[in-house]
């Protein structure tokens, strides 16, 4: 389905806002959309009909399209059917079995036959997406609407191009999706990090000393884009899943200057090489774990051609706080996903990504613990396994638990069977965005495992205001506190500080306390509200590292939550959070444009 046929479907669906008024593709355009996915159920997918750049006094033909995958209706209508039905799918395949008689064998072969449109199919024509073909001189990425999200950005990025690679050999092909700076007319940042596909072929050209030819997609069935999301195994290629999903072979074209395959319906192509002897400085970047990504040397793509269809549209989407549209596009990897997952641990029940955990940095699964120290087995799986590898904290519960998405009662189900006892502290690998880490790649993990049954005794409960008197006196940093689940038998206790020391030298002190508090977080004053549990959330889980920042004693457990300087000897580089301009956001409420509301507005801390 093409991007132009899925917006006359999400219109006909009521799923479509319009927005007619001229807006600028730095910060307005992104702003809006970053408010509209934080509306109750995503709000609706967004058209741009007039976008325009008032620095160069450029007005664009082609509309922006966002937040087309912004809410679970809209994902399962780009999908064209329930994704759990494509998980099942995948978990039938995977189990699969040698037929025992002639009607199981003419099962089969239906079964079969249905398969062979997983394949992509190379046509020898030129595709609907190079009606218009530009090279030369007269490539200019300026032409594209291509958004600035946030003030601190480094320029403006393309951030939902489907990036597509091979091997150097050939045999081997990629489709990822990574965030792709313009840095001037006819060059592109490549910022795939180190532990992606794309660098592992980039690795090979580099070794090689040749051009690694890369061409990118933008539009086309949405579908595409969400492939390039996939976590599959290195050298699967994730078109593989667009067949299997719509039962249909994709059916792709030969980029025009380089040798790659690229659907055929794309609204655009950008193809170019990447010179391996020349690395770039990219970003910053205001990424989707909300915090700003610095800036760092990666390889840069010279464009040699621009590809598109006739009346194409500019598809993008913003990253920043949760929740954002990834929420839903994650929400389809997740469920899609958990077969191939439960390959490697079969007694694995459910999975799920909090949103405000960014995917990475919190995951909470249930199990079938079947002998001591199975769920620390897990652990490792999990931290052994892909893209998996990447999460900092995982939580494993036991099949008695309640749904891993009722929050409340889950989290009331682990607190009443918590002790410190349960935590498991390792080291691995963290994702290139992860800013925590004393060290960029490698860091602390932690697991939680909630499937053995503890009985822990609960602290004499006291008022927040006099335990927050108790606490100052002991620790005269702190500014504020607040009691969370106070009717199980671990509260949690939040605490604000104005840090003038590292906190590990406060966390001894906290036994004085045994008899009042169990597990007690502490965050900066500045920037957090403790009484937003969702945000803090968010704040802590991209702020620790479990080797550093938690303190256990037989009874009590405490976490650093705070950001970490000279002061605690952290001596990389501690990002700034991505924040709305004030000035675009007032603009676009005298448009009468954002139409957030404003308790929305201070949850989500934009």
């Not at 840069?300 to 949760?322: C, D, F, M, Q």
């Not at 500045?526 to 991209?542: A, G, S």
């Amino acid at each position: 389905m093409t991007l132009d046929k899925t917006i006359d479907l999400l219109n006909e669906k009521g799923e479509l806002r319009i927005i007619e008024t001229p807006l600028d593709i730095y910060l307005e355009i992104p702003h809006l959309a970053y408010a509209e996915v934080k509306k109750p159920n995503g709000g609706k997918a967004l058209l741009f009909t007039h976008p325009v750049d008032h620095k160069s006094g450029k007005k664009f033909d082609m509309p922006v399209v966002m937040n087309l995958f912004g809410s679970f209706r809209r994902t399962e209508l780009l999908f064209g059917r329930e994704v759990e039905g494509v998980a099942e799918e995948i978990e039938k395949l995977l189990h699969m079995k040698p037929p025992q008689g002639f009607k199981e064998k003419i099962g089969m072969l239906g079964d079969l036959f249905a398969m062979k449109d997983i394949f992509p199919k190379k046509l020898k024509t030129k595709g609907s997406c190079q009606d218009t073909v530009i090279q030369g001189e007269s490539v200019d990425l300026y032409d594209l609407p291509i958004l600035t999200t946030w003030e601190e950005d480094g320029g403006p990025f393309i951030t939902m191009g489907q990036v597509y690679t091979q091997s150097l050999d050939g045999n081997l092909v990629n489709l990822g999706m990574y965030r792709l700076q313009v840095y001037d007319k006819n060059h592109l940042g490549m910022h795939w990090q180190i532990h992606k596909d794309s660098s592992h072929f980039f690795d090979q050209y580099q070794r090689a000393g040749k051009k690694m030819p890369v061409s990118i997609a933008i539009g086309g069935d949405p579908l595409y884009t969400w492939c390039a999301t996939a976590p599959l195994p290195y050298g699967v290629n994730e078109l593989l899943l667009y067949g299997l999903i719509k039962k249909e072979s994709p059916k792709l074209v030969q980029s025009i200057t380089t040798p790659l395959f690229i659907p055929e319906d794309v609204d655009y192509v950008i193809e170019g090489w990447v010179d391996p002897e020349k690395m770039v400085l990219e970003g910053p970047f205001g990424d989707h774990t909300g915090y700003y990504t610095l800036k760092e040397y990666y390889p840069a793509l010279e464009v040699s051609a621009i590809t598109h269809r006739k009346n194409p549209y500019y598809l993008a989407t913003v990253v920043g706080k949760p929740p954002l549209e990834d929420k839903y596009m994650g929400w389809a990897t997740e469920r899609i996903f958990l077969p191939l997952l439960k390959t490697n641990a079969s007694d694995l029940i459910d999975y799920h990504m909090p949103e405000n955990g960014v995917f990475h940095n919190l995951i909470m699964a249930k199990m079938k613990p079947l002998y001591k120290g199975h769920a620390k087995q897990f652990m490792h799986i999990f931290w052994g396994s892909g893209q998996m590898s990447f999460v900092k904290h995982a939580l494993f519960f036991g099949e008695d638990a309640p749904k891993l998405t009722n929050y409340e009662a889950l989290i009331t189900y682990a607190l009443n069977r918590f002790i410190p006892k349960c935590l498991f502290i390792s080291e691995g690998i963290t994702d290139a965005l992860d800013h925590s880490s004393p060290e960029s790649l490698i860091g602390g993990k932690l697991g939680i495992d909630f499937t053995a049954s503890y009985s822990p005794s609960a602290p004499v409960s006291i008022e927040s205001s006099e335990l927050l008197e108790k606490m100052r006196a002991l620790i005269p940093e702190v500014q504020g506190l607040t009691q969370y689940m106070r009717h199980t038998a671990n509260p949690i206790t939040v605490v604000s500080v104005n840090k003038i020391r590292p906190l590990k030298e406060c966390m001894s002190v906290l036994e004085e306390l045994k008899s009042l508090v169990r597990i007690v977080v502490f965050v900066d004053e500045k920037k957090n509200d403790i009484h937003n549990p969702y945000m803090l959330i968010w704040r802590v889980v991209n702020n620790i590292d479990a080797q550093r920042d938690l303190y256990r004693s037989e009874t009590i457990v405490a976490i650093d939550g705070t950001l970490k300087t000279v002061l605690d000897g952290f001596t990389r580089e501690w990002p700034g959070d991505v924040e709305c301009t004030p000035s675009v956001v007032e603009r676009l409420k005298q448009l009468s444009l954002w139409d957030l509301d404003i308790k929305l507005e201070n949850k989500y801390q934009l």
